[in-house]
């Protein structure tokens, strides 16, 4: 198999880059530094996939250099540099590591709270540069029972309001889009109606930026809130209207404001920064040693899987509609991708059918999670020819028959995904589901019983039930300098087992026919996600 060339445009944190360069299958093009020009024109050519953060632009000229790049991993959470309807006009898959830096700003809007209702800077220079010891200067307020309207109640909004519970805040989500137990779980308040968030003490905004949310705080809306209310803005720049907030702070209807981000950053010159009840930080949203490394990993991880085929997590552009999607989904059209290349790995042959199995409230998307399904099976053969878009077309013309079945939801799990795949030389099904809202496990293989993470190398060594076998088989990686990460057994009731031995290393064709070899050996393949 020829090496994925995967480009790092812009500066990552080195555990990202060490994950790139350790992987065998990946060619690493670490070009932080380069020239945006030779950038764009001399190294995104040779790219399968690339890296990007703020500094470099996936505009006209990115794209019309990118004729290899099926995806681009954004290390962080905005798109606002990224032309996403240009990249998809060209097949690229956009993707965004959007959960890595969730407790540094959640700590920062926090810290910025804080700052606001103590006048923290302002007494700090006072002191420290003016050298004046004046107390009754800064008095402040409490946060103990002020009234906190959280607007966009996602990964960041939802921490920020657990840590003003602790401070024995009254705390009052909105967001359209959560279903209301997720605030009401956690003894938040939740609406549906923004004038109720406008009457509250103090609030923050914590969506993404879109059509819908530019601007959402204007004039009119800071006209209904309380005289002296605080503001925070730890998200994106421009969901307050800048003109509008500056107006408040000026005329005092607003006490204070914590901002992190503009709409036009750098923001040296804003007249923002003439206010003194203004407490700013030059978007230092996602700037913590811990977030920085995270998002690393992350892009790397994410950009492998991309550069395989295997999947796109977080993607912001596949046909389905991902953020209309429930959050619980995400993860489970991630798993059943995966099942997909992993059944389709194990079986080698010629596919004749593709049914997709779902028992839970996870049977209600069916239809998205036959098309992740699909693309899982048929990269195996198609590679790079199969995506999300023609995945059903290219099943259509190969003559696979796509089904989708619903079953009782009797095992136990919240949710269960599967895929029974019919080929030329047989039958295998795998099912599998997610712990914890994240943890993705394969539960079933035929009728085995398993709890295998489907991540890396993978032996399936089916055998006769007798005893020795798995010193054998450790024996045989041993000799063979294959260290086994994990081990996991299934036995059925015909006396025979099935074991998943993931390993670290690739496997040769030498490992196979000693494995092979073994006496009690029914049957060995193997398969790397």
Not at 107 to 133: D, G, I, Q
Request: glycine share 6%; net charge negative; hydrophobic share 40%.
């Amino acid at each position: 198999m020829s090496k994925k060339t995967i480009v790092v445009c812009d500066h990552i944190h080195q555990s990202g880059l060490d994950i790139l360069a350790n992987d065998s299958e990946i060619e690493l093009i670490n070009a932080a530094d380069e020239p945006k020009d030779k950038l764009i024109s001399e190294i995104i050519p040779l790219a399968d996939v690339a890296i990007t953060r703020s500094s470099t632009d996936v505009d006209d000229a990115f794209l019309a250099s990118a004729n290899n790049v099926t995806a681009v991993v954004r290390a962080g959470v905005g798109v606002d540099n990224v032309d996403i309807p240009g990249s998809s006009k060209q097949g690229i898959v956009i993707m965004n590591v959007p959960t890595a830096n969730t407790i540094a700003a959640v700590e920062l809007t926090m810290a910025h709270l804080l700052s606001c209702v103590r006048k923290f800077p302002y007494a700090h220079n006072n002191l420290k540069l003016e050298r004046v010891w004046r107390r009754q200067d800064w008095y402040g307020t409490e946060l103990k029972d002020k009234k906190l309207g959280i607007i966009g109640f996602g990964n960041i909004g939802s921490r920020v309001g657990k840590r003003a519970k602790a401070f024995e805040m009254d705390v009052l989500a909105y967001d359209p889009y959560i279903d209301s137990s997720k605030a009401t779980n956690l003894d938040i308040d939740y609406t549906k109606n923004l004038e109720d968030i406008l009457a509250c003490d103090i609030i923050t905004i914590h969506t993404p930026k879109n059509s819908e949310t530019i601007g959402m705080i204007d004039s009119a809306e800071i006209a209904k809130m309380k005289d002296g209310v605080i503001l925070i803005n730890c998200a994106r720049g421009g969901l307050y209207n800048e003109e509008a907030l500056l107006e408040g702070l000026t005329s005092g209807k607003i006490a204070m404001a914590g901002i992190d981000v503009f709409n036009k950053e750098p923001a040296t010159d804003h007249p923002l920064l003439d206010l003194d009840n203004v407490t700013v930080t030059p978007h230092l949203g996602a700037n913590t040693k811990e977030s920085q490394r995270n998002i690393a990993i992350q892009a790397a991880e994410n950009a492998i899987l991309a550069a395989k085929g295997i999947s796109y997590p977080n993607a912001l552009n596949l046909p389905i509609k991902e953020n209309e999607l429930p959050d619980f989904v995400r993860p489970y059209l991630e798993l059943i991708q995966k099942i997909g290349h992993l059944s389709a790995q194990v079986t080698k042959s010629a596919v004749k059918s593709i049914k997709v199995i779902a028992s839970g409230p996870i049977e209600d998307h069916l239809v998205s999670l036959s098309t992740f399904a699909t693309v899982g099976v048929l990269s195996e053969s198609l590679g790079d020819h199969v995506n999300y878009v023609n995945a059903e077309f290219v099943a259509e013309e190969r003559g696979i028959d796509m089904s989708i079945e619903v079953r009782p939801n009797n095992s136990g799990f919240t949710n269960k995904v599967g895929i029974k795949l019919t080929t030329a030389e047989g039958i295998i099904s795998i099912a599998g589901t997610v712990f914890d809202d994240t943890e993705q496990r394969i539960i079933e293989i035929d009728d085995y019983i398993l709890d295998v993470e489907p991540k890396g190398t993978m032996i399936f060594f089916r055998n006769t039930d007798t005893p020795g076998v798995i010193g054998d088989v450790g024996h045989i990686m041993a000799s063979n300098a294959l260290n086994i990460s994990d081990f996991r057994l299934g036995r059925d009731t015909k006396q025979q087992a099935l074991a998943v031995v993931r390993v670290d290393g690739q496997i040769s064709k030498k490992v196979l026919d000693e494995l092979s070899s073994l006496e009690a050996c029914i049957s060995v393949s193997h398969a790397t996600l």
